[in-house]
């Protein structure tokens, strides 16, 4: 690991293994908790591979009950718990800790009900995001935010993690399309938040655990909206000699009223490595690359493509493809879904970032990032939500070669410095985990984190669920919650009053 | 007693540093446009934000709007027309209903209150929204959350923690919304002379058709003559709202009519008609009538909600009318007593979900749970978030829960 530094090991804890893993085949009898070193190898590492540890054990309940249990077991011995779905977290949220009982949720893997009238699944946490679509398409449904792991990963990790995808800049974000959840809180306690109802009674905890990265509690159930499937979808590809022109003619198609279901864009080294891959017909010689999709009923589409064929022309577009038929429109997408793939294969090694920003920041940001490719010695390729402003450059380098891991951490760090200064967030769908960890003093004083870790002290005061995550710096809640004010010393405060 | 008036996010903060000191408890308000709503708050002192304002930053196309938090709404929304934007969510404005003028309120009353109108279903409430904002805690602590990207995952969403918290956790100075382009143009599709449960049907149709309706609402016999200047006549009325550009428009529209032919005589409501009766549905103009007869504000599971009214008939007085494809019920306790314990066991029977009591007479409001109580393991929860962010009980105290927050 690369200068990581993870929550010291409690020695205590390691010491009574053998006890707590008696314990936990106490509590999920059969072949739930697995203990050997072998069958643990397998959950060492989520989709940041980096970073490697083996739990203290593994197991994977079935029932909330047992959820309940080995929470409530934890925290009265104060051991500590990573909770764990697919582990396609791509910021290390998933990474276990030597003294830590790893929670896996996949056997909580079925669709518990599909209320058409209501529009919503009921699904347990373990089911993958595609299968809440599955389960509802042949009657025309789907469930909208479509992060690119979606045929793996599960409902309850994109509550986590609040995934996105390429259709939320028009369906929103897993926060938006999530009515309810079931949950069990560090103390065993089961709470259930929303429902098939809108808004919360209360405060609004569903909208606090929603991109909480298993900090808070453990998801047991979830309730979704689904969406009837638009008629139909088409096409743009869109080629622009400078990324100054490309990001224009994003800026336009929104000014002119236009949301469309996808936009994104890739910049030369991207369209160069995924046209070399799928062959998806890219023109080469250009340096921004825009795929707009318009979905909805077939005259609506047809109204908006022509209306962004306009925009990009007058923009400077040099070339403009406008899908025909379902095969081209996947065509088109092919280069950017395999965009990550086809990088690797350019490259022994890559990193993929995830900062956002404010649109119009792109061509400084790709020129900082020029500029940085050049000081660190190492290529970097962009994918870009462009709706949204979302980036996801991929740096490339070679982990074989001493040094440059640590060499590809520090330029992709300055990149998301560079995204905080220009007005944008360190993370914009993949989430902290420990991989944005040590930024988050780039974003926010530490005022504004110990308002955050104050919250997390309300779900989990002892910090057992998913510690060393999130949080550069542990603040003991007790710590946390002292009031430094001075009664009497403040003067009655000089404000216009009446 | 005193009112404070600040007008920079820095007396905020001196405000509450001085009242977090003195244990001294503030009520927190902007224009006052919904004190109506909630338990009294028992406060000296008054902290008054709605010299805090002005739009601070608006990016059209960016689709970014960040404003002190007792910037009017009103302003926020001639603002936002002018490059043919709004914000989706589309506030809900109380006045009517509280005895108020209309077109009050702030934008950071919009956030407290986590304020949706009939778009709910398709474009989500405030909280669906808010991109960040800058708070000052109970602690007297300024802090910020979220950012001013529409895409973000940075730390917890504290932003949307807030939403619905009616002043008990923090006062806000700034917020950040996310605005969207309004539709070019909207027709409703009205289908007459429905009972409640073959209404609910036809919603149900509707939403889960492609013809994207973004509101459906169903306004019984009675109520239907109450919005638009009376044009719906007295006969129930189910809405259907379609908006877009207007080819798509023409085009989903006669879909929903082929697929809702057997459901009822037919209209349609163009643009501006259409406008003017979504409004008065969203601000529950049926029901603002200048009384204070309790009216409460339901959320519940969309299909079920016309049997829970018919077997609130069953033992109350009410009238009722349906928004969110039946999921938000509006209703009116023609008895005067708010019936909260029956209102209450019904949401549980019919599939749960929550009432608000937002209008009441004072005495009521002082002796009746405004908000819906929560399980015990729930409430515990919320306490603490509470006594994470107020711990002194400074803000807003006994707004939403007697004793507490």
């Given at each position: 690991?690369?200068?990581?530094?993870?929550?010291?090991?409690?020695?205590?804890?390691?010491?009574?293994?053998?006890?707590?893993v008696?314990?936990?085949?106490?509590?999920?009898p059969?072949?739930?908790?697995?203990?050997?070193?072998?069958?643990?190898?397998?959950?060492?590492?989520?989709?940041?591979t980096?970073?490697?540890?083996?739990?203290?054990?593994?197991v994977?309940?079935?029932?909330?009950?047992?959820?309940?249990?080995?929470?409530?077991?934890?925290?009265?011995?104060?051991?500590?718990?990573v909770?764990?779905?697919?582990?396609?977290s791509?910021?290390?949220?998933?990474?276990?800790?030597?003294?830590?009982?790893?929670?896996?949720?996949?056997?909580?893997?079925?669709?518990?009900?599909?209320?058409?009238?209501?529009?919503?699944?009921?699904?347990?946490?373990?089911?993958?995001?595609l299968?809440?679509?599955?389960?509802?398409?042949?009657?025309g449904?789907?469930?909208?935010?479509?992060?690119?792991?979606?045929?793996?990963?599960?409902?309850?990790?994109?509550?986590?993690?609040?995934?996105?995808?390429?259709?939320?800049?028009?369906?929103?974000?897993?926060?938006?399309?999530?009515?309810?959840?079931?949950?069990?809180?560090?103390?065993?306690?089961?709470?259930?938040?929303?429902?098939?109802?809108?808004?919360?009674?209360?405060?609004?905890?569903?909208?606090?655990?929603?991109?909480?990265?298993?900090?808070?509690g453990?998801?047991?159930e979830?309730?979704?909206?689904?969406?009837?499937k638009?008629?139909?979808?088409?096409?743009?590809?869109?080629?622009?000699?400078?990324?100054?022109?490309?990001?224009?003619?994003?800026?336009?198609?929104?000014?002119?009223?236009?949301?469309?279901?996808?936009?994104?864009?890739?910049?030369?080294?991207?369209?160069?490595?995924?046209?070399?891959?799928?062959?998806?017909?890219y023109?080469?010689?250009?340096?921004?690359?825009?795929?707009?999709e318009?979905?909805?009923?077939g005259?609506e589409?047809?109204h908006?493509?022509?209306?962004?064929?306009?925009?990009?022309?007058?923009?400077?577009?040099?070339?403009?493809?406008?899908?025909?038929?379902?095969?081209?429109?996947?065509?088109?997408?092919?280069?950017?879904?395999?965009?990550?793939?086809?990088?690797?294969r350019?490259?022994?090694?890559?990193?993929?970032?995830?900062?956002t920003?404010?649109?119009?920041?792109?061509?400084?940001?790709?020129?900082?990032?020029?500029?940085?490719?050049?000081?660190?010695?190492?290529?970097?390729?962009?994918?870009?939500?462009?709706?949204?402003g979302?980036l996801?450059?991929?740096?490339?380098?070679?982990?074989?070669?001493?040094g440059?891991?640590?060499?590809?951490?520090?330029?992709?760090?300055?990149?998301?410095?560079?995204?905080?200064?220009?007005g944008?967030?360190?993370?914009?769908?993949?989430?902290?985990?420990?991989?944005?960890?040590?930024?988050?003093?780039?974003?926010?004083?530490?005022?504004?984190?110990?308002?955050?870790?104050?919250?997390?002290?309300?779900?989990?005061?002892?910090h057992?669920?998913?510690?060393?995550?999130?949080?550069?710096?542990?603040?003991?809640?007790?710590?946390l919650?002292?009031?430094?004010?001075?009664?009497?010393?403040?003067?009655?405060?000089?404000?216009?009053?009446? | 007693?005193?009112?404070?008036?600040p007008?920079?996010?820095?007396?905020?903060?001196?405000?509450?540093?001085?009242?977090?000191?003195?244990e001294?408890?503030?009520?927190?308000?902007?224009?006052?446009?919904?004190?109506g709503?909630?338990?009294?708050?028992?406060?000296?002192?008054?902290l008054?934000?709605?010299?805090?304002s002005?739009?601070t930053?608006?990016?059209?196309?960016?689709?970014?709007?960040?404003?002190?938090?007792?910037?009017?709404?009103a302003?926020?929304?001639?603002?936002?027309?002018?490059?043919n934007?709004?914000?989706?969510?589309?506030?809900?404005d109380?006045?009517?209903?509280?005895?108020?003028?209309?077109?009050?309120?702030?934008?950071?009353?919009?956030?407290?209150?986590?304020?949706?109108?009939?778009r709910?279903?398709?474009?989500?409430?405030?909280?669906?929204?808010?991109l960040?904002?800058?708070?000052?805690?109970?602690?007297?602590?300024?802090?910020?959350?979220?950012?001013r990207?529409?895409?973000n995952?940075?730390?917890?969403?504290?932003?949307?923690?807030?939403?619905?918290?009616?002043?008990?956790?923090?006062?806000?100075?700034?917020?950040?919304?996310?605005?969207?382009?309004?539709?070019?143009?909207?027709?409703?599709?009205?289908?007459?002379?429905?009972?409640?449960?073959?209404?609910?049907?036809?919603?149900?149709?509707?939403?889960?058709?492609?013809?994207?309706?973004?509101?459906?609402?169903?306004?019984p016999e009675?109520?239907?003559?109450?919005?638009?200047?009376?044009?719906?006549?007295?006969?129930?009325?189910?809405?259907?709202r379609?908006?877009?550009?207007?080819?798509?428009?023409?085009?989903?529209?006669?879909h929903l009519?082929?697929?809702?032919?057997?459901a009822g005589?037919?209209?349609?409501?163009?643009h501006?008609?259409?406008?003017?009766?979504?409004?008065?549905?969203r601000?529950?103009?049926?029901?603002?009538?200048g009384?204070?007869?309790?009216?409460?504000?339901?959320?519940?599971?969309?299909?079920?909600?016309?049997?829970?009214?018919?077997?609130?008939?069953?033992?109350?007085?009410?009238?009722?009318?349906?928004?969110?494809?039946g999921?938000?019920v509006w209703?009116?306790?023609?008895?005067?007593?708010?019936?909260?314990?029956?209102?209450?066991?019904?949401?549980k029977?019919?599939?749960?979900?929550?009432?608000?009591?937002?209008r009441?007479?004072?005495?009521?409001?002082?002796?009746?749970?405004?908000f819906e109580?929560?399980?015990?393991?729930?409430?515990?929860?919320?306490?603490?978030?509470?006594a994470?962010?107020?711990?002194?009980n400074?803000?807003?105290?006994?707004r939403?829960?007697?004793?507490?927050h």
């Amino acid at each position: 690991m690369s200068g990581l530094v993870m929550p010291k090991p409690d020695a205590a804890t390691l010491a009574r293994r053998a006890e707590i893993v008696a314990d936990m085949r106490i509590i999920v009898p059969g072949e739930g908790v697995v203990d050997a070193v072998n069958g643990m190898r397998a959950f060492e590492s989520d989709g940041l591979t980096a970073y490697r540890q083996l739990p203290l054990v593994v197991v994977l309940p079935e029932t909330v009950a047992q959820v309940s249990r080995i929470l409530k077991y934890c925290n009265d011995r104060n051991i500590r718990v990573v909770p764990r779905g697919s582990g396609t977290s791509l910021s290390g949220g998933a990474l276990p800790l030597e003294d830590a009982v790893l929670v896996v949720m996949s056997r909580f893997n079925r669709v518990l009900e599909i209320d058409y009238p209501n529009r919503v699944v009921v699904a347990q946490p373990g089911v993958t995001n595609l299968g809440i679509t599955h389960a509802v398409e042949q009657e025309g449904f789907y469930y909208a935010p479509d992060p690119s792991s979606q045929i793996a990963c599960s409902i309850g990790g994109n509550v986590a993690e609040n995934s996105g995808g390429v259709h939320c800049l028009k369906y929103g974000l897993t926060a938006n399309n999530v009515l309810g959840i079931e949950m069990v809180l560090m103390n065993g306690e089961v709470v259930r938040l929303g429902g098939k109802h809108l808004d919360a009674e209360g405060y609004d905890l569903l909208g606090i655990m929603t991109g909480s990265e298993g900090l808070l509690g453990v998801v047991t159930e979830v309730t979704v909206r689904i969406l009837k499937k638009p008629e139909t979808a088409r096409a743009l590809l869109i080629g622009f000699p400078t990324s100054e022109e490309g990001g224009q003619c994003v800026a336009d198609i929104i000014a002119a009223g236009i949301i469309p279901g996808g936009m994104e864009m890739m910049d030369r080294p991207a369209i160069h490595a995924a046209e070399a891959f799928v062959h998806a017909g890219y023109p080469l010689d250009v340096e921004a690359l825009l795929i707009v999709e318009l979905d909805g009923p077939g005259v609506e589409v047809d109204h908006l493509i022509s209306a962004v064929e306009a925009i990009a022309l007058r923009n400077g577009s040099t070339t403009c493809r406008i899908s025909q038929n379902e095969q081209e429109r996947m065509t088109f997408w092919a280069g950017r879904k395999a965009a990550f793939p086809a990088v690797g294969r350019i490259s022994p090694d890559y990193y993929c970032m995830d900062g956002t920003i404010p649109r119009k920041e792109l061509p400084r940001v790709l020129a900082g990032m020029r500029s940085l490719s050049e000081q660190y010695g190492l290529g970097v390729a962009n994918v870009f939500h462009a709706g949204d402003g979302n980036l996801h450059p991929l740096i490339l380098y070679d982990a074989n070669v001493p040094g440059e891991l640590d060499k590809a951490e520090a330029f992709g760090s300055d990149i998301l410095r560079l995204c905080v200064e220009v007005g944008g967030v360190l993370t914009g769908e993949h989430g902290v985990g420990v991989e944005k960890r040590d930024l988050m003093p780039e974003m926010f004083s530490q005022t504004d984190l110990d308002q955050q870790m104050r919250v997390k002290c309300a779900f989990d005061p002892n910090h057992l669920l998913n510690p060393g995550k999130v949080f550069p710096q542990l603040r003991r809640c007790a710590e946390l919650g002292r009031m430094h004010v001075h009664a009497g010393q403040l003067a009655f405060p000089d404000i216009p009053r009446f | 007693m005193t009112t404070f008036t600040p007008a920079i996010p820095e007396d905020v903060l001196s405000v509450v540093q001085w009242a977090a000191g003195e244990e001294m408890p503030l009520e927190i308000c902007g224009h006052g446009s919904k004190r109506g709503i909630g338990r009294p708050v028992q406060a000296e002192h008054t902290l008054d934000l709605s010299q805090l304002s002005g739009v601070t930053l608006y990016e059209p196309a960016e689709l970014v709007l960040s404003a002190r938090a007792g910037t009017p709404l009103a302003e926020i929304e001639t603002l936002l027309k002018l490059s043919n934007q709004e914000l989706a969510f589309e506030p809900l404005d109380y006045g009517p209903l509280l005895g108020g003028e209309r077109g009050r309120g702030t934008i950071g009353g919009v956030l407290a209150a986590n304020l949706a109108g009939p778009r709910r279903l398709k474009a989500g409430a405030a909280r669906d929204h808010i991109l960040g904002i800058s708070a000052v805690s109970g602690r007297g602590e300024a802090f910020k959350a979220g950012g001013r990207v529409v895409k973000n995952v940075t730390g917890y969403d504290l932003s949307k923690g807030v939403a619905g918290s009616w002043g008990t956790l923090a006062a806000f100075t700034d917020v950040t919304f996310k605005v969207l382009p309004a539709a070019e143009t909207e027709t409703t599709l009205v289908v007459r002379g429905l009972l409640d449960d073959l209404a609910a049907a036809a919603m149900a149709v509707a939403m889960g058709s492609s013809a994207e309706v973004s509101s459906a609402a169903h306004l019984p016999e009675g109520i239907a003559k109450t919005v638009a200047d009376g044009i719906l006549g007295s006969e129930p009325a189910t809405l259907l709202r379609v908006e877009g550009f207007g080819p798509s428009v023409a085009y989903r529209l006669g879909h929903l009519k082929q697929l809702l032919a057997a459901a009822g005589e037919m209209q349609e409501l163009e643009h501006e008609t259409s406008k003017a009766l979504w409004r008065d549905v969203r601000d529950c103009i049926p029901f603002a009538d200048g009384s204070d007869l309790p009216v409460w504000r339901l959320s519940l599971a969309p299909a079920s909600a016309h049997a829970f009214v018919l077997a609130l008939r069953m033992r109350a007085a009410v009238s009722a009318f349906y928004d969110w494809q039946g999921g938000l019920v509006w209703l009116r306790m023609e008895a005067g007593e708010p019936e909260a314990e029956t209102v209450r066991t019904l949401i549980k029977q019919f599939g749960g979900g929550h009432a608000t009591l937002v209008r009441a007479s004072m005495p009521v409001r002082a002796s009746t749970d405004i908000f819906e109580p929560q399980p015990p393991a729930l409430a515990a929860l919320s306490a603490r978030l509470k006594a994470e962010f107020d711990p002194k009980n400074i803000l807003n105290p006994g707004r939403i829960v007697a004793g507490a927050h």
